[in-house]
Structure formats: structure tokens, C-alpha cells
């Protein structure tokens, strides 16, 4: 794992909103095929980072970004096809937002954006991504009823259905379970380790015990600094290296 | 436990008086309006028939019908919507999905609601300047059509802008996140769900060009025309034309001894008009709210 190329490489990332800044020239490996939990306190710049990592910081326009993102090598800052850019890195926000549309449509919506109309392609992939979110069974004999009717576990599923029908490389996950009951969150966690299988998952989580169970290495992000990135075996026990990564684990504040 | 104590009763009192306060004044406004529609149609009443719209007026306009004018206002107000739809909606799109929120855009913004307020006459000024004049078109249909679109895109402009922005920001997120552009998601997700309140700028648009004098007068309609009675397409568009509102104040301030009833009648088809196409109007918006989507 440690001899490949990073499938995502940040160096010296600084982002401010007008003056305020949200990171301060944070610099991180993501690693082909694991899943790398972000933890740290809100207003830490978790999701300012996800942001800068699919580009949707594009359409913050008191945003500004320094520093270098590169994707397999390939600047993530300057690539001007930015719709392939994200539909390699798919994106689930904390908040499910089922779209206004039948759930069939918002699995097939980003398909169809990318050029895909016809039905014998469109079928068997909104299959494969229903299941995949553990969705297909609750929903199979009414795809045709809107998604924002479902319930809100459900549509969170839909969500990261949605996301992997652009077949993506890199999955990110912003607090995905903080709107969902915590049967389903336990539902989508298996479904995360299953799809590590199939790519790179980032999951930035407010619960540590989420990316205790799930990542294979965590990173704590406080300030909009990197404060500490290891194995999660090391940053969830005493091996830590920095005190206020052991006592954010351990709950003494955050 | 629940005694009422006087902190209560006070409570209740300051309730009712509130309410009642309320429901005066709702009733209030709605008196005028009942009764200015109910004098209307009985001063109307003598005169009011198919006959009365198809045909044209005769004897110096003392007598006969409004055709010509009633047809003349169609064309205007569909003519003036044609235009300003097409243009306010696209505006209000930009400004809405795609423009920067920097001082520019605010600029704007607050120009269009500054020329709501602008009095129709600077409108029909504006109007014979630009279009009659300079553009050649001369007094025609279209010219007036023109400076109505000015006069209302303002309006089309804001209402639109306004449902565009109730479409909450979290389904372009989503859309954008899945490799959607800016127009994938506007043509999937924002417009259809923002019809409804475009449709109300519309209507605004068509009471408003219906309803005004000032901006044909100076660009194309006239005191009088003959046309063919009851034939739909009696204008050219680059005719002069005549218009309900027009003949309205003309036959009330520039014809002597025109019987009573004909001012009435002529009101009373001006807003039967402009209610058939509001009526047509909500019936749509409350066929699309009844399948809103969440």
C-alpha cells in the first residue's frame, strides 16, 4: 500500500472564505483502495475539503484556494473538464437530498447527464447501484415513485446510490449518518466495506467511532490543520502522537 | 390549575381584538371590489352582449360594439408576452444561477426592481424614442408591443427570480456533485420545479399590458379603426391598432354624449379579459403545485 501512488495528493492546501480561513496549507495522501477516515470538531474544514477535492468550491465565490490537488497525477485545480473530475469522485452530503424526481430518474440523472439514454444500458446499471446502496429491495416494485417521498434512511441511501451511478474511483462520505437512524448507518457501513473492493473511500465522520470501525487510517483535522494521520490502530490508542488527537478520540473535548 | 387569572383574560382580549382587527380590514378591501364589479355590470347591463363584443363601434363611436379594440388588446398583451418572456426568463436565470454575487450583480438586481417603479408615461417617452423613431418602426403593433415587453419585463424579471430561488440550494449540490453542469441542473431539477412562479410574473405582465394607456398611446393606438368584425386576424402587426384601455378613456373623455352604458361595458370586457387569463393562469399553477415534488 505504501510503495503505490497516491490516488489523491494534497500538498500545502490553504482555502479562506473572504478572510476567514478554513484550511491552512494542509498536505495529505489518499491511497488507492482504502478508506480514510477524516475526524475532527465542526468548523474544522472536513467539508471544505471535500469541496476542494470535486471542485464544488467553484461555486463558493468568496473561496479562495492555494496550493496544489492532484488526482492520479493530474492537477485537480486546473483541470478544466471539471464534470469528468467529479464524476470520478463521487460525493455524499450530510444531509440526504433525494431529487425531485421518480427514484429510477435520480439513480439515472447522473447517467443520463453524462450521454447515457438508452434503457438497456440505463436499466442494469440503476439496478446494480440500488443494490449496491442496499436500497433495491425496499424500492424495486416502485421505482417509478418519487425519491423525496422516501423515508429519510432511505433516501440517504438513494443518495450514495446516486453516487456510484457515475461509477466513480473515489467515494466521499461528508457525515453521512448524521440525518439517519442508527440501523441504517450500521446498513451503510457494511455497504462501505463491501465497495472497498470496488474504489477509494474518504469518509469524513463526527463520529470517531465510525472511522474507529470503518478506516484504515484516520486522519484528525483541527483547525484547518492536519494535526495527526496514521494507521487508525495507532491514532485510537495510546501510540498517538499528539496529545489533542488522544483526547479528541477520547472525548475530552471536540 | 387552569383558573383564569386576569394575566389570562388580558391575554384572550388582546387575541380577539387582533383578530377582529384583522378580519375588518379584510373585509374592508374586499367590499370596494364587490361593489365596484357589481355597479360596473349593472350600468353595463344595457349594452353587454356577443353583439356588443363582435362589432365595431358606429356613429363616432356613440354607438355598436368594441371589436376593434377588444382584438387590438389581445395582440398586445400576447405580442408584449411573447417578448418579454422569453427575455425575462433567460435574464433571470443568469442573474439568478450563474451570475457572481459580486457589486455588479447587485447593481443590476437592484436596477430591474428600480424600473418596476418607473411611470408608464417615461416607458411610452422611452418607447416612441427607441422603437417608433430610431428603430423605424413607426406606430404600429409591434412598437407598442415592444415598449409594453419594456415596461413589463421588470416584473416577469423579479418573479421569476424569486421562484428560481425557492428551489432549495441542496438539489443543485447534488446535481453538480454527480458531474451535472449548470445547465443539466437548471434543465432537470431547477425549471420544472420553479413553473409555478413564473407563470404568476405572467399574469402580473398580462393585467398590467392590458390595463395600460400611456405606453400604446404614443407608439401604435389610435382613436379609431376599421377593421373586419369578428375576424381574428383583422391587424398586421405593422397596423395601428385600437385597445380597450385606449377606447375606455377616449369614449369617458373625448367623445361628447356617448351613452352611459358604453364606458361600462367597454371596463367591464377590459377585466373580464384579464381575468379569463388569470383565471387560465392559476388553473395551471394549481395543477403544478398539486404535483409538487417535495
Not at chain 1, 176 to 190: C, G, H, Q, Y
Amino acid at each position: 500500500m505504501v510503495a503505490e501512488k497516491p490516488k489523491i495528493q494534497i500538498n500545502g492546501l490553504a482555502v479562506s472564505y473572504g478572510t476567514k480561513p478554513a484550511l491552512k496549507g494542509l498536505s495529505l495522501d489518499i491511497h488507492d483502495h482504502e478508506i480514510l477516515g477524516i475526524i475532527g470538531p465542526a468548523q474544522s474544514g472536513k467539508t471544505t475539503l471535500l469541496k476542494v477535492i470535486n471542485r464544488t468550491i467553484d461555486y463558493i465565490s468568496s473561496a479562495k484556494v492555494q496550493g496544489t490537488v492532484t488526482f492520479e497525477g493530474e492537477s485537480v485545480l486546473e483541470t478544466k473538464d471539471v464534470h469528468s473530475l467529479r464524476r470520478k469522485i463521487g460525493m455524499v452530503s450530510p444531509l440526504p437530498v433525494g431529487l425531485p424526481l421518480s427514484i429510477y430518474d435520480n439513480v439515472a440523472f447522473a447517467p443520463r447527464a453524462a450521454g447515457i439514454r438508452d434503457r438497456k444500458k440505463l436499466d442494469p446499471l440503476v439496478e446494480r447501484c440500488l443494490q449496491q446502496a442496499a436500497l433495491w429491495d425496499e424500492v424495486k416494485d416502485r421505482l417509478s415513485s418519487l425519491g423525496t417521498k422516501l423515508s429519510g434512511g432511505q433516501q440517504q441511501r438513494l443518495t450514495i446510490a446516486r453516487a456510484l451511478s457515475h461509477e466513480p474511483e473515489v467515494l466521499c462520505l461528508d457525515e453521512f449518518s448524521i440525518a439517519i437512524d442508527p440501523v441504517t448507518t450500521m446498513r451503510i457501513e457494511d455497504v462501505l466495506k463491501e465497495l472497498k473492493e470496488h474504489m477509494t473511500i474518504v469518509l469524513v465522520t463526527n463520529l470517531v467511532q465510525q472511522a474507529r470501525r470503518l478506516a484504515d487510517r484516520t486522519a484528525f483535522i483541527w483547525n484547518g490543520d492536519l494535526i495527526e494521520l496514521d494507521d487508525t490502530d495507532v491514532i485510537f490508542s495510546d501510540a498517538a502522537k499528539d496529545q489533542r488527537t488522544k483526547d479528541y478520540v477520547n472525548g475530552v473535548f471536540g | 390549575m387552569f383558573e383564569e387569572t386576569p394575566h389570562i383574560r388580558q391575554k384572550l382580549r388582546v387575541e380577539t381584538t387582533a383578530k377582529s382587527l384583522f378580519l375588518l380590514m379584510t373585509v374592508f378591501i374586499i367590499i370596494p371590489l364587490v361593489l365596484i364589479v357589481t355597479y360596473m355590470i349593472y350600468k353595463a347591463s344595457p349594452v353587454l352582449s356577443l353583439d356588443f363584443l363582435l362589432s365595431k363601434p358606429i356613429r363616432g363611436m356613440r354607438d355598436g360594439g368594441i371589436w376593434p379594440a377588444f382584438l387590438g388588446t389581445l395582440y398586445l398583451v400576447l405580442m408584449s408576452l411573447c417578448i418579454a418572456a422569453p427575455v425575462g426568463v433567460m435574464a433571470a436565470i443568469y442573474l439568478n444561477e450563474y451570475a457572481k454575487d459580486n457589486w455588479l450583480t447587485r447593481t443590476v438586481n437592484l436596477a430591474v426592481i428600480n424600473l418596476a417603479g418607473v411611470p408608464s408615461i417615461v416607458h411610452a417617452l422611452f418607447g416612441l424614442g427607441a422603437f417608433v423613431i430610431f428603430a423605424g418602426i413607426g406606430r404600429s403593433i409591434l412598437a407598442a408591443a415592444l415598449t409594453l415587453a419594456v415596461m413589463t419585463l421588470p416584473v416577469i424579471i423579479t418573479s421569476t427570480k424569486e421562484s428560481l430561488a425557492a428551489v432549495p440550494m441542496s438539489f443543485r449540490e447534488a446535481c453538480w456533485n454527480v458531474g451535472a453542469t449548470r445547465w443539466q441542473t437548471i434543465r432537470g431539477i431547477v425549471l420544472p420545479n420553479s413553473v409555478s412562479g413564473m407563470l404568476t410574473g405572467f399574469i402580473l405582465e398580462v393585467s398590467r399590458a392590458a390595463g395600460e394607456t400611456a405606453p400604446i398611446m404614443f407608439t401604435g393606438a389610435v382613436f379609431y379603426k376599421a377593421i373586419q368584425e369578428g375576424d381574428l386576424f383583422a391587424y398586421g402587426l405593422l397596423d395601428q391598432c385600437m385597445a380597450l384601455s385606449m377606447h375606455l378613456f377616449t369614449i369617458s373623455t373625448q367623445v361628447p354624449d356617448v351613452p352611459e352604458a358604453l364606458p361600462y361595458a367597454t371596463a367591464v370586457v377590459l377585466l373580464s379579459t384579464v381575468l379569463a387569463v388569470n383565471a387560465l393562469s392559476i388553473g395551471l399553477r394549481v395543477y403544478i403545485r398539486s404535483r409538487k415534488k417535495w
